[in-house]
């Protein structure tokens, strides 16, 4: 069928897209690849002229023999659907359209043509065709991207899905069930609608990548499934902006992990000067505390770099290091047993005051001394015992780092163990969260005149805000635990010994709140001055034209600048252009939690973690991570990278972001919940967000990548969910 311009979509093929546009070019490529496309015609763009009335005309006639209808009529921009861009959803589309209104339908379709709309394709003279297709009744629809477009992972296809007709998915209006198919193994990430099943996903999946490789390009493939099973395909394009194919595996033998210690503080990837100095050292004098203390030997190493990202060893954990370490922790049980008893939460009790009392006695005064001389002496030593200086201030912050773990890591254990007391004893009574009974606790951390945003030298410090106001909730949150706490001792009142069980563990979590983020805030105040020690001898790099300005210091490794001080004014230029660039592209990945790999034993524990704290995952969550901070809230997401969009969060949006640290906390006074990808119930987001009794989801991975900027979602803090929210009249 080739008369009077209308052509049969059948007949057309991908060389013919300057006449018919993308999509139906593309929609003839699928009938020659064997899809099961829903037949049609197509007016081409030629139609856009003194004759369009007649043409339409015309064309009603060449839909009159696809059937009796309803129709689809669909745009076909000549720029539409390229490899570059898409530009899905820029036209408009008529559906259930009778044979009787087809001519209007394509009228409304060249109408959203107009100059106005086509600014954004750069043309005034956008030529546009016009699809006629059979309207297919769906049971379920949806998109197939046969590639992780947030991963970039070309093994995963991505099939989303919701009930009915798909436009309410490609529109944004719904974010619909998502499965993750590798192979033949179809995985639920979410199922608010429950549109379809695992099967039906799979061959969903099958379908699209069969005609990806025909294309020899991943495909964001629109599909639907009618009432009877038959499964149609709509429309398939290029996916566009995918993050490039890169391999997550660890370059040494277990698993390491963004969620644990060091890695809770780096949300981007590192760069060489802070791995291979300010990292190292931190690591080195941590783990030789944690052998003089308890005997634990930690085998090497302790991180792995992974396409520029950190990854910390959590291999101590493994069967052969416990056994490597047990003559050492043995012999301090002989000596010294309160200590070991803050390895298990069951006796982590008898523990931490020992702990607490060397960092407050010793620990925390010689740090900060050091740090005030440091201070003194930072403007006026030569470049060679900056180093040194350096040198002396990362080990000991990784000393005093590894009294945070310590106690960080009683902290944790205590709140596992009142989340177990709560969930055995009181939750059938009273319902809630024990988070409630840890929130609006007062916060004495120490002031410090910079505040850091990320540990990595080559993030500059900010000047510190006085403490952010809590607004005029916070006494509510306070009433609130204090509620929390009388109707706990309501309900044990007759039950004396587990009442005084409660009192106990109650004491001893509230107690070390507090202190942890105390000790956090502490802790950066050495970054400021190391900071200004790189950057001295960053300037005399320069003079020395070892490097072009001053902040290249930070891409160049420990030794290059040891050689550099060493030459003694020999100069060697060094050139980090292609550093800069590659972390640059590596900022844009998105990394997993987890690389390596985890025995099925140690997999089992550390999966159980966010159930002990009550998460519970949600089938329509569109990101999940550990409970931190209870209660729920909705808004519209903010994800904010860094310090340079600290302006851009508006009072009552959800924070998503890839950590917080110190230099975050005045916009938790704005945030009306918390979301980020790495972290734990003892993280700064966590305690902060409890001191602002806001709700707040850690450790969830993605959160960044997934969510975007203008969704809006409701954030559950006591389960561990973020779910989409319907849009409100005033934010639509």
Known sequence: MRSAGVRALRDVRLTDAPEVGGKAAGLGQLFADGANVPDGVVLPATANGAAASER???????????????????????AEDGAMRSLAGMFESVLNVPPADIPAAARRVLASASAERASALEATNTGMAVIVQ???????????????????????????????????????????????????????????EAAIGAAQAAAVATEARRIATARRVPQDVEWAIDERGTLWILQARPMTGLPPVVSWDAPAPGAYTRQLRLGEWIGEPVTPLFESWLLTAMEDRMHAMFREEIGQIAPRPYHVIVNGWYFYSINFLSGGALLRSLPGILSHLIRDPRTIAGVMPATVRHSFPITERIWRDDVQPRYREAVARASADVESLPMADLAKLVDQLGTLAGDYFGWIAALGGAAYKLEMNLAAFYRKHLASSLGGSHMTLLAGLPMSGYEAGQAIASL??????????????????????????????????????????????????????????????????????????????????????????????????????????????????????????????????????????????????????????????????????????????????????????????????????????????????????????????????AAHASIIAREFGIPAVVGCGEATARLRTGMRVTVDGGTGNVEPAPMSPDAA
Request: contains cysteine.
């Open 134 to 192: 059979r309207m297919v009744s769906p049971a379920a629809a949806g998109v197939a991207l046969t590639a992780d477009p947030v991963t970039g992972d070309r093994e995963t296809c991505i099939v989303s899905a919701v009930r009915g007709l798909g436009e309410r998915l490609v529109s944004g209006a719904a974010v619909g069930d998502e499965w993750e198919v590798r192979g033949s193994t179809a995985i639920a990430r979410r199922q608010p």
């Open 456 to 681: 990595d030298w080559w993030q500059p410090p900010i000047a510190s805000e006085p403490s952010p106001e809590h607004g005029k909730d916070h006494e509510h949150v306070i009433r609130a635990r204090e509620d929390a706490e009388r109707a706990a001792e309501r309900a044990l009142a007759s039950r004396p010994r587990q009442l005084a069980a409660f009192r106990r563990v109650l004491a001893d979590a509230q107690h070390l709140v507090p202190i942890r983020e105390e000790q956090v805030a502490e802790l950066t105040v050495a970054w400021p001055v190391m900071r200004r020690a790189v950057v001295r001898i960053g300037e005399g790099l320069v003079r020395r034209k070892v490097i072009g300005q001053v902040d290249d210091v930070f891409f160049l490794t420990r030794d290059e600048v040891t050689n550099a001080i060493e030459s003694d004014g020999v100069a060697f230029a060094i050139d980090v252009r292609a550093r800069r660039n590659l972390r640059d592209q590596q900022s844009r990945l998105v990394p997993p939690l987890l690389v390596g790999r985890l025995n099925p034993m140690l997999r089992r524990m550390w999966e159980s973690y966010p159930k002990m704290l009550g998460a519970v995952r949600s089938p329509a969550a569109i990101v999940s991570g550990s409970p931190a901070s209870a209660g729920r809230a909705t808004g519209l997401v903010r994800v904010i990278h860094g310090p340079a969009e600290f302006d851009e969060l508006r009072a009552g949006e959800v924070l998503v972001a890839p950590l917080t640290a110190p230099a975050w906390t005045p916009l938790f006074a704005r945030a009306v919940a918390v979301v980020t990808d790495v972290g734990s119930p």
């Open 56 to 78: 339409l005309a015309m064309l009603a006639d060449g839909a009159a023999k696809l059937g009796e209808g309803p129709f689809a009529v669909r745009s076909s921009g000549l």
